[in-house]
């Protein structure tokens, strides 16, 4: 079970990741991309269809999205608006630390620059 102090250590792990503000909410990026966004508490503007607490968002490869959505369907999922942009839905509680840190891991990857993707 996972938790946005996971999602927070395991992200500013990645090589130049940073956390910044986008939308009132805890983004992390890396050379300005965001590749995951923490959902606020209490604000579930965002989640409200899917009646999710404790989510965040991710940017993930379509292929990646789809097959980490068909591996872990209680947790992952495309987003409604901008699934096919690879924006993905964390439900984190359903996460354990092991996928958490891979499905962060692919997000990171597909917006980081190649030369820092390389050295992971």
Same mark, same amino acid.
Do not use: C
């Given at each position: !079970?996972? =938790? +946005? +102090?996971?999602?927070?250590?395991?992200?500013? %792990?990645?090589?130049? +990741?940073?956390?910044?503000?986008? $939308? $009132?909410?805890?983004?992390? $990026?890396?050379? %300005? $991309?965001?590749?995951? !966004?923490?959902? &606020?508490? =209490?604000?579930?503007?965002?989640?409200?269809?899917?009646?999710?607490?404790?989510? %965040?968002?991710?940017?993930?490869?379509?292929?990646?999205?789809?097959?980490?959505? +068909?591996?872990?369907?209680?947790?992952?999922?495309?987003?409604?608006?901008? =699934?096919?942009? =690879?924006?993905?839905? @964390?439900?984190?509680?359903?996460?354990?630390?092991?996928? @958490?840190?891979? &499905?962060?891991?692919?997000?990171?990857?597909? &917006?980081?620059?190649?030369?820092?993707?390389?050295?992971?």
């Amino acid at each position: !079970m996972a =938790g +946005a +102090a996971d999602l927070r250590r395991i992200a500013l %792990a990645l090589p130049e +990741a940073y956390e910044d503000v986008h $939308r $009132r909410r805890p983004a992390f $990026r890396v050379q %300005a $991309r965001i590749f995951a !966004m923490l959902g &606020v508490t =209490g604000n579930q503007s965002l989640f409200t269809s899917l009646g999710w607490d404790n989510v %965040a968002v991710v940017k993930l490869d379509r292929e990646d999205q789809l097959n980490m959505a +068909a591996a872990h369907p209680d947790a992952i999922q495309p987003t409604e608006t901008y =699934g096919h942009h =690879g924006w993905t839905y @964390l439900r984190l509680e359903n996460l354990d630390g092991p996928t @958490l840190e891979t &499905v962060l891991r692919l997000a990171w990857i597909h &917006v980081a620059p190649k030369r820092l993707s390389k050295a992971l």
